[in-house]
Nanobody, 128 residues
Framework: QVTLVESGGGLVQPGGSLRLSCAAS????????IGWFRQTPGKEREGVSC????????YYVDSVKGRFTIARDKAKNTVYLQLNNLKPEDTAVYYC?????????????????????WGQGTQVTVSA
């Protein structure tokens, strides 16, 4: 069965850091583009970052550029999203998603409609 499981969320003060994990099973994540998204009540799901299949590039939206980093641990079939210098507006449920598409993800990887598989989400709360 194809599954994605997010973990690592929690409560953190502004300026703090978290590392989110997206553990894949039932498929080899290396061959899939992996995207990270976030959603708050009443707002649409927002793509924040993606890593391309076969590591053909990464992409970040402007609001997180320089603060968030996406990376693969191929041995663990896991993708991480390192969240640094967190701000209250980063508060959301964070989801990872997978798409069997090779090539750079920058042109499409932050669109939720592109992805086939989704995790259950992990809550990130940034508050003093």
């Amino acid at each position: 069965q194809v599954t994605l499981v997010e973990s690592g969320g929690g409560l953190v003060q502004p300026g703090g850091s978290l590392r989110l994990s997206c553990a894949a099973s039932g498929f080899t994540a290396d061959y899939y583009a992996i995207g990270w998204f976030r959603q708050t009540p009443g707002k649409e799901r927002e793509g924040v970052s993606c890593v391309s299949a076969n590591d053909e590039g990464t992409y970040y939206v402007d609001s997180v550029k320089g603060r968030f980093t996406i990376a693969r641990d191929k041995a663990k079939n896991t993708v991480y999203l390192q969240l640094n210098n967190l701000k209250p507006e980063d508060t959301a449920v964070y989801y990872c998603a997978a798409k069997f598409r090779w090539g750079p993800c920058g042109g499409w990887g932050t669109s939720s409609y592109e992805y086939d598989y989704w995790g259950q989400g992990t809550q990130v709360t940034v508050s003093a």
